[in-house]
């Protein structure tokens, strides 16, 4: 499972420290499904989900249960002198306390059938923590649209590839001021991708070629003008390139125009985009996902970089908001 890094302009715990947190969210992933998997052979899965939940109370909007209350005015009380320090605890203590507890607060309507249902099971309800993972911290939440937990696109990307990929989802970055919302980009442990998706009805055919708009034919439809995706593909690629010549991130960028469901004419196609349609998508996409290399320095520093200069817009939480004052943050820095 692909890890969610930033998602339009919602804050992210990953924007206080790219180095720790995706290593800790695959850890407690591989724990609460080891733990998963030894409840489901011992037929206790019942009993696992009876317990307590500590580290989803972190991602809710709810007051902490009355075990940790310790702990939560402790971490809170910290804050007023260093967050790094309060940090230090979220990722130190609290931990500690959910050893024996569920992290993700998983649900099963009735006992699965086999290994496979659970893990199909663990991963849908997963996905939903990810996202709450992905768009909150120990003190701020931004208000995720439903429409997200729905986006096919969102769920094929952190359920289809590897741990240490890194997913930034529709990022909005501020450059010179102005906001610019961009597609999807990938940053796996050797290189980054740039992906703007080209799709429509199944077995749509698309007819590239220089000018601002391509052709879109289908059996059933009469043909429609769609917008030329290489202009946001290589918007896209121009802003990363540009951030990570700033940071002097050493990481290759590959731009991509993906049609997972159609297919792409496009002779003319640049040396420096590659176009992937129902033809060669399936090669492509199993090839990424037998890359096995761990979270590298590069990959860690270009996701600095590109999460250095997103925009973000929070809200405090409400029990960390001693002032009644929960007004929305903007965050972010604009590109020179």
């Known amino acids: 499972m692909a890890q969610l890094i930033k998602m339009q302009d919602y804050?992210?715990?990953?924007?206080?420290?790219?180095?720790?947190?995706?290593?800790q969210f695959a850890k407690l992933k591989k724990q609460q499904w080891d733990k998963l998997k030894d409840a489901y052979h011992a037929g206790e899965l019942n009993q696992l989900y009876s317990q307590p939940d500590v580290m989803e109370t972190l991602v809710q909007?709810?007051?902490?249960?009355e075990e940790p209350r310790g702990l939560f005015n402790k971490v809170k009380g910290l804050f007023h002198r260093s967050d790094k320090q309060a940090l230090e605890v979220e990722e130190q203590q609290i931990p500690n306390l959910a050893r024996n507890e569920n992290v993700f607060s998983l649900r099963f309507p009735s006992n699965p059938a086999n290994l496979?249902?659970?893990?199909?099971?663990f991963l849908n309800q997963?996905?939903?923590?990810?996202?709450?993972?992905?768009?909150?911290?120990?003190?701020?939440?931004?208000?995720?649209?439903q429409s997200f937990f729905l986006d096919e696109r969102l769920r094929f990307f952190l359920q289809r590839f590897p741990d240490t990929f890194l997913v930034l989802?529709?990022?909005?970055?501020?450059?010179?001021?102005?906001?610019?919302?961009?597609?999807?980009?990938?940053?796996?442990?050797?290189?980054?991708?740039?992906?703007?998706?080209?799709?429509?009805e199944e077995d749509s055919a698309f007819i590239g070629s220089s000018d601002r708009f391509w052709v879109r034919r289908h059996h059933k439809y009469p043909d429609k003008k769609v917008l030329n995706p290489l202009l946001a593909v290589n918007r896209m690629g121009n802003i990363v390139s540009q951030l990570f010549e700033l940071y002097e991130v050493n990481l290759p960028i590959k731009k991509v125009v993906l049609s997972r469901n159609g297919y792409v004419d496009y002779p003319e196609t640049p040396y420096d985009i590659d176009i992937l349609d129902k033809r060669t998508f399936p090669e492509w996409f199993e090839r990424m996902r037998t890359i096995s290399s761990p979270l590298?320095?590069?990959?860690?520093?270009?996701?600095q970089a590109l999460l250095e200069y997103c925009q973000t817009t929070s809200s405090i939480r409400p029990e960390w908001d001693t002032d009644n004052n929960n007004q929305a943050e903007g965050k972010g820095h604009a590109a020179p």
Not at 61 to 65: F, G, I, R, S
Not at 126 to 145: A, H, I, N
Request: proline content about 6%.
């Open 296 to 303: 590298k320095a590069q990959q860690l520093k270009g996701a």
């Open 61 to 65: 909007d709810d007051t902490p249960h």
């Open 11 to 23: 804050i992210s715990r990953y924007e206080q420290d790219i180095y720790r947190y995706p290593t």
């Open 116 to 121: 496979d249902e659970l893990k199909k099971n």
């Open 126 to 145: 997963l996905l939903r923590f990810q996202m709450k993972w992905g768009s909150s911290t120990l003190r701020e939440k931004s208000f995720v649209d």
């Open 169 to 200: 989802y529709k990022p909005i970055f501020l450059l010179k001021n102005a906001p610019v919302e961009v597609d999807v980009i990938l940053l796996t442990p050797v290189d980054a991708w740039c992906i703007t998706f080209l799709e429509a």
